[in-house]
């Protein structure tokens, strides 16, 4: 059980274009999920927590107008990066809260993003 | 806000030998303490966690020890493999789970 799926798993797109990706768990229901960005080598950087019917919380430094979240149901996270440019280029993980006996996040697969 | 910070960056063993990764926090508010291994372009997977009620914790060859007074917490591997090599991520976090602090990683090299 606790499985996180993302799609896509790989985005290569042109600067200016804004790019989705899906953050859904499959086998739970996550009122609270988290979107994380990884550069080669780094760790994983919190972006923003996404709520499920409600806003999105996000991280210093984090543009919310440039990296929007939308977490409709309850099984359904969504990021959409805006007006993509080359230094969005990286790894854009996800994650879901499960509650219960081993609450934790579990993590999704990865977007990798390349913009040209 | 929280700060962890891991050690080492790097750390290469002989395969069978025991392998000792550092992570120290700062928020005394955390009190769960997950450890991720990742390989290569894939997804942190959970390995071990451990909260602050507990100062150890063991499954097989992986162990993790808590020291809440000192605000640090570490993870042990031992009889290492090959298959062992990967980064290694420690965080913390606040019982409500809104939000992981992760340390910087550490590349973990087995050698055969």
């Known amino acids: 059980g606790a499985v996180v799926s993302q799609h896509p798993s790989w985005v290569i797109c042109k600067s200016g274009t804004s790019v989705k990706i899906e953050c859904r768990s499959l086998d739970f229901q996550a009122t609270t999920m988290f979107w994380y960005r990884q550069f080669p080598k780094q760790s994983l950087m919190l972006m923003a927590t996404?709520?499920?019917?409600?806003?999105?919380?996000?991280e210093q430094g984090v543009e919310k107008d440039k990296f929007l979240i939308n977490h409709a149901s309850l099984t359904l996270s969504t990021l959409t990066v805006t007006s993509a440019h080359p230094e969005d280029s990286s790894f854009y993980i996800c994650s879901a809260h499960r509650g219960g006996k081993q609450e934790t996040q579990y993590f999704g697969p990865g977007t990798r993003l390349l913009v040209l | 806000g929280e700060n962890v910070e891991q050690h080492p960056s790097t750390l290469s063993v002989q395969e069978g030998d025991s392998a000792v990764i550092k992570c120290t926090y700062s928020d005394s508010a955390s009190n769960y303490f997950p450890w991720y291994k990742q390989e290569l372009g894939k997804r942190p997977q959970l390995i071990i966690d451990?909260?602050?009620?507990?100062g150890e914790k063991k499954d097989q060859r992986i162990a993790v020890t808590l020291n809440k007074t000192a605000k640090h917490f570490s993870l042990h591997i031992t009889e290492t493999q090959p298959e062992d090599s990967a980064v290694y991520f420690c965080?913390?976090?606040?019982?409500?789970?809104?939000?992981?602090?992760f340390g910087s990683g550490t590349k973990l090299n087995v050698k055969p």
């Open positions: 965080a913390a976090s606040t019982n409500n789970f809104n939000k992981f602090y």
């Open positions: 451990i909260r602050s009620n507990v």
């Open positions: 996404s709520n499920e019917g409600s806003k999105a919380t996000y």
